[in-house]
């Protein structure tokens, strides 16, 4: 029952199913979590610390765990000495003591968790107050990652929404596209076409595929230089100066232009493979009724191809977030472009790197969240493949 | 060659094939077949696996493309170059051995489809024929139901319901009861006898041995790609001319 559940709920329920029950292992795991906890009680306390207040805490809090690494030594040392007999024989195998080492390894992570917070995060709030307060770059690394992602923010932020905006946008655009452009891809001649109907149908399929071939055959950063400077060259050929067309050419519209031509190709693909992945048996059945083929595709085979495609096409908005960077080649003001910029102002392009990787990281990580609460959404009905031999046989015997 | 409709003898056939050849690359699946199918007759056509009796079948609507002869259905040669394929088949009712139901609606849906968009009939009227047609199949209580909810045999009935939505001359069964459960066949056969009763006719391609006996007016034999017999049930379940014939229905003819 609970495999059926999924999301944030069914995640809670199973942790807390793993924490309530008893694991042979406890003290194998939990001395790990205890030692982790010892190391960063060793790390020196960060400005903003809270144990520094109650230093007696943190003493026996380590010790406590000290003593929770030696009790799994002793464990260890049972086992080994008493590797058959070691179930019956070892006292930590009473149930008094297996439920005892359970609430003792409660408490150990909560001593381990309490120290990670204190070291951690509160460790980056003290980075972060340096980073807020301070005219120059400090020259520790956290301290001097916040400066500039501080000082620098409206820069980043300007790069973070033009990335959201392209990324968007041009898979929003795209689907649209893509959605045109593969029913000119699927199309196959029937033979009630007439010569007219034919010659479309072939010309339609061989654009598509044409253009599917180009795109995702040569790189988007390339394709990007020819778009911007191309369209560039022929506004040129009218009366405009260079900034009127500047002002209309900018580089975020052929930024836009370039993921959406790309986005609509791999698109189709993923829709064509949806599509064909629906069983032919559907599109016979249609057209034994009388549908002609484009009733049937528009009415039983797109609708179901589309629905096996939504996982291939919510892909796209993540690959195009991550895929924008390129564009920085012509000078679109992405989040790519902002970084460089940032880290030529401080001369420190890894952390500048470094910082935007979490950034991109954290903007794919919400993207894929909400595309999956929205495939959740659409598949309210599931189809769940299988055939009669998957219903139950009642055998009657007599 | 062409000839006009009113050149073709039908001699009061609805559907009359002649000279029908189909292969699969090098694989002759259809050897030239002749068969006539009158109004109101229930021909079963049985043999071998690969002996072209599905094949046979499809062609009957073009769902397969003979490669030569001709299949005239009430007059019209559906073989000719630009003949209106899809409006014959509004005619033609078919049920496939997979269903085929279709998975993107519900069985209502399923059943109102073809008739809202070729027939342009209401909404309302044809989900009224179409509840009526799931009645006489038993599954008027299904209408809302998602066809993968459905047993095997549920949705066999469903499928035959959906073809009669249209009204058909005449149903064209593949298999009808091949991916069923021996147990739940029977509730198709007793939907595919009523139908044979009310007088619709039927080409059924089946294994069912008892079905082909007791419910056809007429029974054909295939082997490799030609009829290589036919007759009434009786004598052709009794005293097959035809050693292969004989071969093929001893298990039968042995009871």
């Known amino acids: 029952m609970d495999s059926t559940r999924s999301g944030m709920g069914g995640a809670l329920a199973r942790m807390a199913a793993f924490a309530r029950s008893e694991h042979r292992y406890v003290l194998l795991g939990t001395s790990a979590v205890a030692a982790a906890g010892m190391a960063l009680s060793s790390r020196p306390r960060p400005a903003l610390s809270f144990m520094a207040h109650a230093y007696g805490v943190e003493v026996v809090m380590y010790y406590a765990l000290a003593a929770w690494v030696a009790l799994s030594a002793v464990a260890l040392a049972f086992k080994l000495a008493r590797w058959r007999t070691y179930a019956k024989t070892s006292p930590f195998t009473r149930p008094a003591a297996v439920r005892a080492l359970r609430y003792g390894s409660y408490a150990v992570c909560a001593m381990t968790l309490v120290l990670a917070i204190d070291r951690i995060a509160m460790g980056l709030a003290s980075a972060w107050r340096v980073a807020v307060t301070a005219d120059t770059r400090p020259e520790p690394m956290l301290e001097s990652m916040l400066f500039m992602l501080y000082d620098s923010r409206a820069i980043f932020f300007e790069g973070f929404k033009t990335t959201v905006a392209l990324a968007v946008f041009g898979t929003v655009i795209a689907f649209f596209l893509a959605l045109l452009l593969v029913f000119l891809r699927i199309q196959v001649v029937d033979r009630a076409d007439n010569d007219f109907v034919r010659f479309w149908k072939v010309a339609g399929a061989g654009f598509a595929k044409a253009y599917s071939t180009v795109v995702r055959g040569t790189?988007?950063?390339?394709?990007a230089m020819i778009i911007f400077f191309g369209v560039f060259s022929l506004f040129k050929l009218t009366s405009l100066t260079t900034t009127q067309v500047n002002g209309i050419w900018s580089t975020f519209?052929?930024?836009?232009?370039?993921?959406?031509?790309?986005?609509?190709?791999?698109?189709?693909?993923?829709?064509?493979?949806?599509?064909e992945s629906v069983d032919a048996g559907q599109m016979e059945a249609a057209r034994s009724l009388g549908l002609s083929q484009w009733q049937a595709m528009r009415k039983v085979v797109f609708p179901q191809g589309v629905k096996?495609?939504?996982?291939?096409?919510?892909?796209?908005?993540?690959?195009?977030?991550?895929?924008?960077s390129v564009l920085s080649v012509i000078g679109t003001f992405d989040l790519m472009f902002a970084t460089t910029t940032v880290g030529g102002m401080y001369y420190r392009q890894f952390e500048a790197a470094l910082l935007t990787s979490v950034i991109y990281l954290c903007l794919t990580m919400c993207?894929?969240?909400?595309?999956?609460?929205?495939?959740?959404?659409?598949?309210?009905?599931?189809?769940?493949?299988?055939?009669?031999?998957?219903?139950?046989?009642?055998?009657?015997?007599? | 060659m062409s000839m006009n409709e009113s050149a073709v003898p039908m001699d009061g056939c609805m559907v009359r094939i002649e000279g029908l050849r189909k292969s699969f690359g090098d694989l002759e699946v259809l050897r030239d077949v002749n068969l006539d199918v009158a109004p109101?007759?229930?021909?079963?056509?049985?043999?071998?696996?690969?002996?072209?009796?599905?094949?046979?079948?499809?062609?009957?609507?073009?769902?397969?493309?003979?490669?030569?002869g001709h299949v005239w259905f009430e007059g019209s040669d559906l073989t000719a170059d630009h003949v209106d394929v899809n409006g014959?088949?509004?005619?033609?009712?078919?049920?496939?051995?997979g269903f085929n139901l279709f998975n993107n609606m519900d069985v209502l849906d399923n059943c109102t489809l073809a008739?809202?968009?070729?027939?342009?009939m209401g909404k309302a009227e044809a989900e009224a024929v179409a509840l009526a047609h799931l009645e006489s199949v038993g599954l008027a209580d299904f209408a809302h139901a998602a066809p993968a909810t459905l047993s095997g045999g549920q949705k066999q009935r469903v499928a035959i319901a959906r073809a009669l939505c249209m009204n058909p001359k005449i149903m064209l069964f593949d298999e009808p009861t091949s991916a069923l459960d021996p147990q739940i066949v029977g509730e198709v056969l007793e939907v595919m006898r009523g139908l044979a009763r009310d007088g619709m006719t039927m080409v059924v391609v089946t294994h069912e041995m008892e079905f082909a006996r007791t419910v056809?007016?007429?029974?054909?034999?295939?082997?490799?790609?030609?009829?290589?017999?036919?007759?009434?049930?009786?004598?052709m379940f009794t005293e097959p001319a035809h050693p292969r014939t004989r071969a093929f229905l001893a298990r039968y003819l042995r009871s």
Do not use: H
């Open chain 2, 115 to 120: 008739p809202v968009t070729l027939k342009k």
């Open chain 1, 308 to 324: 096996f495609a939504i996982p291939g096409l919510s892909n796209e908005l993540v690959i195009n977030i991550k895929d924008s």
């Open chain 1, 367 to 398: 993207a894929s969240w909400l595309l999956g609460r929205f495939a959740a959404r659409l598949d309210v009905r599931p189809v769940k493949l299988g055939s009669t031999s998957d219903q139950p046989v009642n055998v009657e015997e007599n």
């Open chain 2, 88 to 97: 014959l088949r509004e005619d033609i009712g078919m049920v496939f051995q």
């Open chain 1, 253 to 275: 519209a052929a930024g836009l232009v370039t993921i959406v031509l790309n986005s609509t190709a791999y698109m189709m693909e993923v829709l064509r493979g949806g599509i």
């Open chain 1, 219 to 223: 790189p988007m950063m390339v394709q």
């Open chain 2, 40 to 68: 109101g007759e229930v021909v079963t056509i049985i043999g071998a696996s690969g002996s072209g009796k599905s094949t046979l079948l499809r062609c009957i609507n073009l769902l397969e493309t003979p490669d030569a």
């Open chain 2, 216 to 235: 056809s007016d007429r029974v054909v034999f295939m082997d490799r790609g030609v009829i290589a017999e036919q007759g009434e049930p009786e004598q």
